[in-house]
């Protein structure tokens, strides 16, 4: 299994950002794909996750209302769509993906099977 993520950049607060995270190496019904971010001097934090299936989705209290997650079944791609950007939303971001049964614990970073490599979103003030 592969995940590159892709997107992050430079934006001011305010501002939106779409990441993207091309998903390849298997099938990934019944999996879970999901986005962590990592900010500077900082533990890995959940952030959402998207059935790949049913498309339920999920959302940590810090990105509800904000970030939308969504997938594209044609092109194995999985997005993150940052609106109303902060600067405490400054980080390297990951797409992650795991079977359903292994990612209950969605929010713990071990349970996640497979990491993308990281893109870094910076959000000035």
């Known amino acids: 299994v592969q995940l590159q993520a892709f997107g992050g950049g430079l934006v001011q607060a305010g501002g939106y950002l779409r990441l993207s995270c091309a998903a390849s190496?298997?099938?990934?019904?019944?999996?879970?794909m999901g986005w962590f971010r990592q900010a500077p001097g900082k533990g890995r934090e959940f952030l959402s996750y998207?059935?790949?299936?049913?498309?339920?989705?999920y959302y940590a209290g810090s990105v509800e209302g904000r970030f939308t997650i969504s997938r594209d079944h044609a092109k194995n791609l999985v997005y993150l769509q940052m609106n109303s950007l902060k600067a405490e939303d400054t980080a390297v971001y990951y797409c992650?993906?795991?079977?359903?049964?292994?990612?209950?614990?969605?929010?713990?970073?071990?349970?996640?099977?497979?990491w993308g490599q990281g893109t870094q979103v910076t959000v000035s003030s």
């Open positions: 992650v993906t795991g079977s359903q049964s292994t990612t209950e614990l969605f929010t713990e970073s071990g349970k996640w099977s497979y």
């Open positions: 190496g298997r099938t990934f019904s019944n999996w879970r």
């Open positions: 998207i059935m790949w299936n049913s498309g339920r989705t």
